[in-house]
DNA sequence: ACCTGAACACCGTTCAAGT
DNA sequence: ACCTGAACACCGTTCAAGT
């Protein structure tokens, strides 16, 4: 019964179906950021679209498809948000501290977003479904170690494993939210700060090092 | 309806509430290792222990109360494994170090519990019901945090702030799990030493500071 | 094609009833 | 005190029925 249809647009989906996903899952992201993973409800979800709860169904295959679409959207508008952050760096060690601290300044004027986006990951994290949300963290994994691996190879960082420093490094990240959410009053640049600078002591090559390799 | 007795040991629980409330524990843990936090509802636990579910909601007030349960035997087992591990450290970088290298270790070798606690701090995460779980987390960054302060008092580490370098570490060492089963294949003993080198790196006193201070 | 509302199998929790 | 099994309100999903 889903809906295949072939007068489509981008996805082969209907210009209604392409509308009613997007309320769908704008009225997912208020629910989730307003009442959290485990009372985010079809019928709750519904009743802030104002739509029946048998309509979700109809446009998503099940549940989990629905919040990967909230997990996608959320990524897609950081993606952007980074990108434009992070510009034209002179160097990898300043991309990777812009990486940081354009995330820490995401986290804190996009509350809504990463609130809903942390609730999503935690609640659907452990589930055997959650194989595009685990597809996606991995893909963030992928972009962070390509970096670090390329400002290896320009002698600008140290000798590590850059997969698992990505994955060092997204861990950090990924704790930035929750913190903020329990000190409201953290000063957000110095947080930017110190992290971007733990890291950079972390991976830059050392002064020995340097001199030794001229 | 819940048992509030008089003859009791330890918490004011009976012997025979004490065992049954271990046993629910144990086969929670199995359930959720085995099947993951969605799947692991009280009919699937109370079958694992042979048990009516009604009998969970008899000894834990409820389902939440039972997780955080979980929580908190599988931290008790990390504590005392860690405490061990790190023993008589002859500085705080040592016990810093150690203290990773033990983390990760434990991971390795109680793969079960590790997955089920991330299957529970996943799952119950986003929830206002999940208070004690977040109250351990804050408790584990508080050790943390003391332990970087004093190491600073005592000139080991550089100046940061000790709240933000524990928030920032333990989401580090909270990615291990995941990755450790995303590649089982991966060399621990080498993630190992690549953490606590990166964190090392990251907290020492820089060699120009030292000579400065003497 | 799009949408509703009833029906279904499941969930956590409660509770009368047994021992 | 300890335990069961039926009952309750809820959940995600399906589907006949409307337009």
């Known amino acids: ?24 899952v704008q009225a997912a992201i208020e629910t989730l950021s307003e009442l959290g993973y485990a009372k985010s409800s079809f019928a709750r979800i519904a009743e802030h679209a104002g739509i029946s709860a048998g309509l979700i169904s109809y446009h998503f295959d099940n549940k989990s498809e629905l919040f990967q679409q909230v997990v996608a959207d959320i990524n897609a508008l950081m993606d952007g948000w980074l990108t434009e952050h992070i510009g034209e760096a002179a160097s990898y060690r300043e991309a990777l501290q812009r990486l940081i601290e354009g995330f820490v300044l995401f986290c804190d004027s996009h509350r809504a977003h990463v609130l809903a986006l942390g609730q999503v990951l935690a609640g659907v994290g452990g589930q055997e479904n959650g194989e595009l949300v685990r597809s996606q963290r991995e893909q963030s994994v992928g972009q962070i170690e390509q970096m670090l691996r390329e400002g290896q190879e320009h002698g600008e960082f140290r000798d590590f494993s850059p997969r698992l420093m ?19 009053g953290t000063d957000v640049a110095a947080y930017a700060k110190e992290l971007s600078m733990t890291y950079d002591l972390a991976v830059r090559r050392s002064r020995l090092s340097r001199i030794t390799r001229g």
Chains 1, 2 share one sequence.
């Open 1 to 24: 019964m889903r809906p295949r249809n072939g007068a489509a647009n981008q996805k082969g989906r209907s210009f209604i179906e392409a509308a009613r996903r997007d309320q769908i």
């Open 166 to 184: 990505a994955v060092t490094l997204l861990g950090s990240i990924e704790a930035i939210p929750a913190e903020l959410f329990a000190r409201p």
